[in-house]
């Protein structure tokens, strides 16, 4: 079993699959904006990695919602899958394949793969008692039946305890079982379903996650779990919507189905998934004992490659409080962000530079003006005009003189921070990394006070300024994968003409801006985020909270 894969293997890079039952929202774009960002990097250093992505589109979530709605679940799903689809695009996150659980090839796949677990004894059949409810005349799969959690005593729904222990729950754990649809208590009755042998992978998860890369806190949290107990999975379900079970009317649970997809959506998947490559999965936290434990049995007994390294960030909070769709403690990207005018750079930036990547992230608005007009205002966005405005006024173009000893020096030292950072999966010491560089460029810029030598020494004063815009270039390129639309508005001030996207950072980090090279006009990078803006998206927040508090007295 080998994690470190030789250097020039495939790379592949993944994100947790967004679940195909609702809209995007803040706390989503906790995974795929690093993940973004990351990949954007590694072209920058130029890697080649392939980045794929795509719809989670089955298990009882969707049938319920599905069902509430009237539609049926494909409609469902496909609606939701678009609007993702857009939502990224919206935000410059650029996945080379967008797939969907429901398609032909996933389904396939994971026929095959179940097949091959079953043929070499991993997957046994066992008869359970499971919930079922008289008055439906039904079992009760997951979201379908509610309850007391077996091992914390908390409210608890089929598969998982959500509000307390965050314990998975096997088929038929949960007590006190009452079906969710009409509200009826359930009652045990036995039901023959699958198992895969999870008991049987404990050495080997434990030698495999003592090698996995990634971000400390999907090993520690994984290596918990399997240190603590480690038993058998049933991963059938009683639906009939998604990939069936070979030879049976049951259908593959979605923990199953849905890391498969990672498979199908790969171009040339068996260059990757069947041989020595490099694959990198970003997840959010709460799904850590999926990927880390779940899918690497899985894969070891079908005879798959491991992944490389699970990078799982922190949780995402609402000005303090923990995020809750029902209670309103929740932020959509597009009715609340993208639809009022902001700019998708700057939930970008905030995202990735406010916080550790592993740590819990808070998402309030005047958290986000104050990064906003404190950084990207204030700093970057300073230096940027500053210099840019001086030169213009008083070169018209790039002047001739040397850069001042000092510069490449300093541009140096950020951008080995920044690739530190990277490999490191430190996203927010990534960003730090180039911000320093700015920072070293305002404060160069202030000491050495051009506009006093005007007079007397053109020459230190032109040698100053291109000194800026040397610094400003390499700016533009550290930063690009972070905000790529800005960056590039400011690589084409600089009057670049290549694609900003396709620099590499070894080629042009250090490359100097042709002396004599005509400067467009310099406008603004980035726009003060004033408190009147602050309080209208303040007040759809307070809104809707209280028509959250307002459901939930009506509903006791």
Not at 158 to 185: A, Q, T
Not at 200 to 213: A, V
Not at 284 to 297: R, T
Not at 514 to 542: H, M, N, T
Request: hydrophobic residues 35%; charged residues 25%; contains cysteine.
């Amino acid at each position: 079993m080998s994690v470190s894969p030789p250097a020039g293997a495939p790379l592949l890079v993944t994100c947790g699959l967004p679940y195909a039952n609702g809209p995007c929202h803040v706390g989503h774009l906790r995974t795929y904006v690093p993940g973004d960002v990351y990949v954007r990097m590694l072209r920058k250093m130029g890697e080649r990695p392939v980045f794929v992505c795509g719809s989670d589109t089955h298990g009882t979530p969707i049938l319920v919602n599905a069902e509430e709605l009237g539609v049926p679940p494909r409609e469902l799903v496909e609606r939701y899958h678009r609007h993702f689809e857009e939502t990224f695009a919206a935000l410059s996150i650029r996945f080379d394949v967008f797939g969907s659980t429901d398609s032909p090839e996933n389904h396939r796949r994971t026929a095959e793969v179940v097949e091959v677990l079953r043929e070499r004894g991993h997957i046994y059949p066992r008869t359970i008692e499971l919930a079922h409810c008289p008055k439906c005349n039904r079992f009760l799969p997951d979201r379908y039946v509610e309850g007391i959690c077996p091992h914390c005593g908390s409210p608890a729904r089929g598969d998982e305890c959500d509000l307390g222990c965050r314990r998975h729950l096997e088929p038929g754990e949960i007590k006190d079982p009452r079906c969710r649809l009409c509200g009826s208590p359930a009652r045990p009755r036995p039901q023959e379903h699958y198992f895969f042998r999870l008991s049987r992978f404990r050495d080997f998860l434990l030698d495999y996650l003592e090698k996995l890369e990634g971000t400390p806190n999907a090993r520690h949290y994984a290596r918990e779990w399997v240190q603590k107990e480690l038993r058998d999975w049933c991963i059938t379900r009683n639906l009939e919507w998604g990939v069936k079970f070979p030879g049976s009317d049951l259908v593959v649970y979605v923990w199953v189905d849905a890391p498969i997809g990672y498979i199908a959506f790969t171009p040339a998947w068996e260059s990757v998934w069947k041989k020595p490559s490099r694959i990198v999965h970003f997840i959010g936290g709460d799904i850590v004992y999926h990927h880390c434990i779940f899918w690497p049995a899985l894969l070891q007994g079908a005879g798959y490659t491991l992944p490389r390294a699970v990078v799982a960030s922190g949780m995402l909070t609402i000005e303090g409080n923990k995020f809750s769709k029902s209670r309103g403690y929740v932020v959509w990207v597009k009715d609340d962000y993208l639809d009022r005018g902001l700019h998708p750079d700057l939930l970008r930036y905030y995202l990735t530079a406010t916080t550790s990547h592993t740590r819990e992230l808070d998402f309030s608005w005047r958290l986000f003006q104050e990064k906003v007009n404190n950084e990207l205002v204030a700093i970057l966005g300073n230096f940027a005009h500053r210099t840019l405005s001086f030169t213009q006024r008083n070169f018209g173009r790039v002047p001739g003189e040397p850069v001042e000893p000092g510069v490449a020096e300093k541009m140096e030292q950020a951008r080995g921070e920044v690739l530190q950072a990277v490999r490191d999966y430190e996203f927010k010491k990534m960003v730090d990394g180039a911000i320093s560089l700015a920072v070293h460029g305002n404060g160069y810029f202030q000491a050495r006070e051009p506009w006093k030598l005007l007079g007397e020494d053109r020459a230190t004063v032109g040698s100053i300024s291109r000194g800026c815009l040397q610094m400003l270039r390499g700016l533009s390129l550290l930063l690009e994968p972070v905000m790529p639309r800005k960056m590039e508005e400011l690589w084409q001030m600089l009057g670049e003409t290549i694609p900003l996207g396709s620099a590499r950072l070894e080629a042009e980090y250090l490359r100097e801006i042709p002396a004599g090279r005509i400067l467009p006009p310099p406008r603004p990078l980035f726009e003060k985020l004033e408190d009147e803006k602050v309080l209208q998206l303040e007040a759809v927040l307070r809104r809707r909270l209280e028509e959250a508090r307002a459901r939930g007295k009506k509903e006791d």
